[in-house]
């Protein structure tokens, strides 16, 4: 059989990786596929670069239109990135009866209801394995593996960079900024970092995740998004004395009321398996009712690791292609007549522990107060730490951690915290998940 | 449309918690599958005990074989377990053109190669998911989830109760005895245990994914086979001081020659995540060329985490059964005519580090002689531990960590070393994997 024919637009770090890995592993893929897979045009601002790369074997393009529009191309892989013109080409061909693969978390986390609706008329599929945690099969994991589910929530290390600058403030003691250098330098952090830093690309990912879960459209503007960059060194160094460590999760989480969606520093029991993935390692744990927590575990970044899920889901087109749709799997693994209108909850209805640390004058009488507060707001503390004071200073710093209450329940006194003369500075709030 | 028919074949721990995941989540499982899964009919031999479990239900028969040939059902799940009456009833389903579940890796370890004949020849699938790790979708995630891979080698914390073994000789420094008693009470070693602690169990599971990641015919009867029974407690405890965790692991690697297949005590860095899964809890640790190491973690075993894989199983059958064969994912990953034909290496031609614990006089030049041996051997030394012997006794335990080094050579040297005068024991011998 002739082997299915790929266009490929974008031929970066990703692009580079797929065409690599396509060609290094083209035997074993056969053998696999039952059909042979082969790049037959590479689109490219720099057309020049893109001929390096391929060694002069494909068509080179400069006009991505050209490639989406060709007759004998069957798939097309999206790695350009972004909302714009990415999502014009990917619309485009879908209209032109093409199959899609796309790495694009930003484009299906914002334009994914349009697009797969798009693709459902047409009968065609848009694969998005390396839309999340790179190599890691969770995707398939989420959409196939656990079919006989009720998920419960899914708690995600998402993002390699923020991963790695928390492993290495913690492990060296050093604060945001520092480690934020180390990592540009490192390659491990863009030099506009802002996507990764602010929480945005794991709030893609989780919306993405939260969707297939759970059955409803992708909802990333309901999303709440807070990244690291107020993560003070001390509180790192605090959650430890505590038994937890400082993790960005994306969590997502099946309530009667609703579903959260949230992405945000995260303090975790040491203990957990996921509290130990460290660097620019990815994690995502899963709570379904019959199989309980599981754990998948790679890079969520780079060439290859990404290339790995881009042909994954080549190899599925190309079992898939020619089925009958109702043969495959559907875009969020529920049948599109079949997704929920299941509300996605504000951050003000979402039910979590807090970590508290606040900086009160060294007196009598200052704990009292602040747990009367808590009590009267209905907070009951799960621990306290009181820092000793430093000879001759005046304050000292008081943690407390809660059990579970809705986070307007811990604004209000946090509040009322405040406004106390004895209490110093404003309370640092951060939320605690036991994940079991 | 109507729901598919499934004939369940023993409700026993699985067999319920199948039962009862499917009617649970049958609203949620319908929305993913486009069609309602129905078990239409069980067998047992214990009638009275299944019409209780199914609230009568469902058709309750005595003989499996009423089920295998009924006409009106789609999909057999065979539950019975073992090589026996589970291959004649699992081959008698597939000549009926009935599709096959199972959870039954001794079955297809040993029958594996005639069953997925039988099943091609038939155009019908045998889907296994439950047969490894439980409710973890290795299977999927092997198979189809990182197809881009030429896949270097697994290793795998397989079977539940040996970890929990280990992980109770650890924690409470007990030896095997004591802890397999404990185990027996608590539920997590059976009656007759000898499959689990003797790594028989292990070596069937890795013996699949074996097959799968290499594309070859499965061969447990080439997988060479260790199991926990004659661990010692100090083993544990040194390994413990030399910064490694010992776990029964099911390996498998690629190498030039052929495949490595093994089950037995394995060291392993306690830094790394796999050497931290603690009690029964398994995980499988996969090195692609592309993805790099993915390790996926959850329940091994139980009911409904089992039941998981096996409904899984269910919705892609139920997606898949009328799907041309060329649609669906091949039984052992590759297609059928491009199995490999590569050789599963003997023992002796393992590639391993080793840590050797001896016994011995203490006096001078004793150490001498020992690093002489090895190095005669060309097996260089990668640490030391010299316990310093107790008061007034003239003996003491030297423990040495190896590089790399082909398993017959250690044996050669073990050999000479046991024959000097002043080793005064035979030579613990445990293997030792860097999984990096």
Same mark, same amino acid.
């Given at each position: 059989?002739?082997?299915?024919?790929?266009?490929?637009?974008?031929?970066?770090?990703?692009?580079?990786?797929?065409?690599?890995?396509?060609?290094?592993?083209?035997?074993?893929?056969?053998?696999?596929?039952?059909?042979?897979?082969?790049?037959?045009? +590479?689109?490219?601002?720099?057309?020049?670069?893109?001929?390096?790369?391929?060694?002069?074997?494909?068509?080179?393009?400069?006009?991505?239109?050209? +490639?989406?529009?060709?007759?004998?191309?069957?798939?097309?892989?999206?790695?350009?990135?972004?909302?714009?013109?990415?999502?014009?080409?990917?619309?485009?061909?879908?209209?032109?009866?093409?199959?899609?693969?796309?790495?694009?978390?930003?484009?299906?986390?914002?334009?994914?209801?349009?697009?797969?609706?798009?693709?459902?008329?047409?009968?065609?599929?848009?694969?998005?394995?390396?839309? +999340?945690?790179?190599?890691?099969?969770?995707?398939?994991?989420?959409?196939?593996?656990?079919?006989?589910?009720?998920?419960?929530?899914?708690?995600?290390?998402?993002?390699?960079?923020?991963?790695?600058?928390?492993?290495?403030?913690?492990?060296?003691?050093?604060?945001?900024?520092?480690?934020?250098?180390?990592?540009?330098?490192?390659?491990?952090?863009?030099?506009?970092?802002?996507?990764?830093?602010?929480?945005?690309?794991?709030?893609?990912?989780?919306?993405?995740?939260?969707?297939?879960?759970?059955?409803?459209?992708?909802?990333?503007?309901?999303?709440?998004?807070?990244? @690291?960059?107020?993560?003070?060194?001390?509180?790192?160094?605090?959650?430890?004395?505590?038994?937890?460590?400082?993790?960005?999760?994306?969590?997502?989480?099946?309530?009667?009321?609703? +579903?959260?969606?949230?992405?945000?520093?995260?303090?975790?029991?040491?203990?957990?398996?996921?509290?130990?993935?460290?660097?620019?390692?990815?994690?995502?744990?899963?709570?379904?009712?019959?199989?309980?927590?599981?754990?998948?575990?790679?890079?969520?970044?780079?060439?290859?690791?990404?290339?790995?899920?881009?042909?994954?889901?080549?190899?599925?087109?190309?079992?898939?292609?020619?089925?009958?749709?109702?043969?495959?799997?559907?875009?969020?693994?529920?049948?599109?007549?079949?997704?929920?209108?299941?509300?996605?909850?504000?951050?003000?209805?979402?039910?979590?522990?807090?970590?508290?640390?606040?900086?009160?004058?060294?007196?009598?009488?200052?704990?009292?107060?602040?747990?009367?507060?808590?009590?009267?707001?209905?907070?009951?503390?799960?621990?306290?730490?009181?820092?000793?004071?430093?000879?001759?200073?005046?304050?000292?710093?008081? @943690?407390?951690?809660?059990?579970?209450?809705?986070?307007?329940?811990?604004?209000?006194?946090?509040?009322?915290?405040?406004?106390?003369?004895?209490?110093?500075?404003?309370?640092?709030?951060?939320?605690?998940?036991?994940?079991?």
């Amino acid at each position: 059989m002739n082997p299915i024919k790929v266009g490929l637009l974008g031929i970066g770090t990703v692009g580079s990786g797929t065409f690599n890995v396509l060609k290094r592993n083209q035997e074993e893929i056969r053998r696999r596929a039952g059909r042979g897979i082969e790049i037959a045009v +590479v689109a490219d601002l720099n057309t020049e670069r893109a001929r390096e790369l391929t060694g002069g074997t494909v068509d080179v393009v400069s006009d991505a239109n050209d +490639v989406v529009t060709r007759p004998d191309i069957d798939i097309v892989v999206e790695l350009i990135g972004g909302y714009g013109i990415a999502r014009e080409l990917v619309l485009k061909a879908i209209e032109n009866g093409k199959h899609v693969v796309t790495a694009n978390k930003a484009l299906l986390a914002v334009h994914g209801n349009e697009i797969f609706e798009a693709a459902r008329k047409k009968g065609v599929i848009v694969a998005f394995e390396a839309a +999340v945690a790179g190599g890691i099969p969770i995707i398939k994991a989420l959409r196939e593996g656990l079919t006989a589910n009720r998920i419960q929530w899914i708690a995600g290390i998402i993002n390699g960079t923020t991963n790695f600058i928390l492993s290495e403030m913690r492990d060296k003691g050093l604060d945001f900024d520092t480690v934020l250098k180390e990592a540009q330098q490192l390659g491990y952090a863009e030099a506009d970092p802002t996507f990764d830093i602010e929480g945005i690309d794991a709030a893609h990912k989780v919306t993405l995740m939260s969707a297939i879960a759970f059955g409803m459209p992708v909802q990333f503007d309901r999303a709440h998004v807070e990244g @690291i960059t107020r993560l003070a060194a001390i509180d790192i160094k605090y959650a430890e004395e505590l038994g937890y460590r400082i993790k960005l999760l994306g969590i997502t989480r099946r309530r009667e009321e609703g +579903v959260e969606l949230r992405v945000h520093p995260t303090l975790v029991p040491a203990s957990r398996l996921i509290a130990n993935v460290e660097g620019a390692m990815n994690a995502v744990l899963v709570q379904g009712d019959a199989v309980g927590a599981t754990l998948y575990y790679g890079k969520g970044a780079g060439a290859e690791p990404t290339a790995s899920a881009v042909i994954a889901d080549l190899v599925d087109v190309t079992r898939l292609h020619t089925a009958d749709p109702n043969h495959r799997v559907p875009h969020l693994a529920f049948q599109p007549d079949e997704l929920s209108t299941v509300p996605v909850l504000p951050i003000d209805e979402v039910t979590s522990s807090y970590y508290l640390r606040m900086r009160v004058a060294d007196q009598t009488g200052v704990l009292a107060e602040i747990t009367r507060i808590l009590a009267e707001g209905g907070i009951s503390i799960d621990a306290m730490l009181q820092k000793e004071s430093r000879e001759g200073e005046p304050q000292t710093d008081i @943690i407390i951690l809660t059990h579970l209450t809705r986070e307007k329940q811990i604004n209000v006194a946090i509040a009322s915290i405040e406004a106390l003369q004895t209490v110093l500075s404003p309370v640092t709030r951060l939320r605690m998940e036991e994940l079991n």
